[in-house]
Nanobody, 125 residues
Framework: QVQVVESGGGLVQAGGSLRLSCSAS????????MAWFRQAPGKEREGVSC????????YYADSVKGRFTISRDNAKNTLILQMNNLKPEDTAMYYC??????????????????WGQGTQVTVSS
């Protein structure tokens, strides 16, 4: 049974940092590209970042480029999103996802194989 579990969300002031983690089990982690999505209240889910199977190629939404860093540890089946200089507009539920390949930073639901349940990030002004 595949499980994808996010952690690390919370409440932070604008300008602060958070580190999201995603742990995956029940799948061959290094066979999947991994991505972060987010969904703010009243808005559609959007792609934030995607990283290749080996971790050598990554993509970012323009809104987070230079502030967020995606990384992975295939030995530990773990995906990380380091978020710095957070802004109130970053407030959203953040989701980890496993997919067969990155096609840029955003993907349709049909391109995602497995979703996590999400972790809430709230940035106060």
């Amino acid at each position: 049974q595949v499980q994808v579990v996010e952690s690390g969300g919370g409440l932070v002031q604008a300008g602060g940092s958070l580190r999201l983690s995603c742990s995956a089990s029940g799948l061959r982690f290094d066979s999947y590209s991994m991505a972060w999505f987010r969904q703010a209240p009243g808005k559609e889910r959007e792609g934030v970042s995607c990283i290749s199977k080996s971790g050598t190629i990554s993509y970012y939404a323009d809104s987070v480029k230079g502030r967020f860093t995606i990384s992975r540890d295939n030995a530990k089946n773990t995906l990380i999103l380091q978020m710095n200089n957070l802004k109130p507009e970053d407030t959203a539920m953040y989701y980890c996802a496993a997919l067969f390949g990155c096609v840029g930073y955003d993907h349709t639901p049909a391109q995602v194989e497995y979703w996590g349940q999400g972790t809430q990030v709230t940035v106060s002004s």
